[in-house]
């Protein structure tokens, strides 16, 4: 780990979630953070910051492409080399933190959360984890997370979604 005299990523994407989710108890503090600030919700890949999007592909083992929203990706394990295996449901963030909230198709399908931090230009993983239930938008993310739905755990040192 690096050291410096600034205040470490996980503290300020801890503190951007903690402003998302102002005001509960059960969500984790990275994603909560996000949702209590004033964020930006992007609608399409190409929205999202050039430098989460490409530490987000990085930690993919397999296949580093996402599909936007509502476009075709391998859901399952019937899959067509054409598409990707990823496909993006929602993503948010500020100048300093962003969640993008993604399926991940194959054998067997699953939705992740991950969450950076943004620092100059790079990216780094603060958190990565799932919700409880499948929502669709950054309302319902938010609901999720008033009922300790959200996972966050810490981020992975190889490629492994």
Sequence with gaps: ?????????????????????????SMPSPVKE????????ATTVEQIPRLALTALLNLMKHDPRMANPGDPFNATDVVDTAVPMHRLVLAAGSSESWLIYYEHGGRGYQRHLVVFTLSGDSAECCCVGNVGKQVESIGALHKAGKKGLITCD???????L
């Design 1 to 25: 780990m690096r050291r410096s005299r600034t205040i470490p990523a996980a503290l300020v994407g801890a503190a951007f979630l903690s402003r998302l989710f102002a005001g509960t108890t």
């Design 34 to 41: 996000i949702l209590g600030t004033a964020y930006v919700q």
């Design 154 to 160: 810490p981020c992975p040192k190889e490629p492994y």
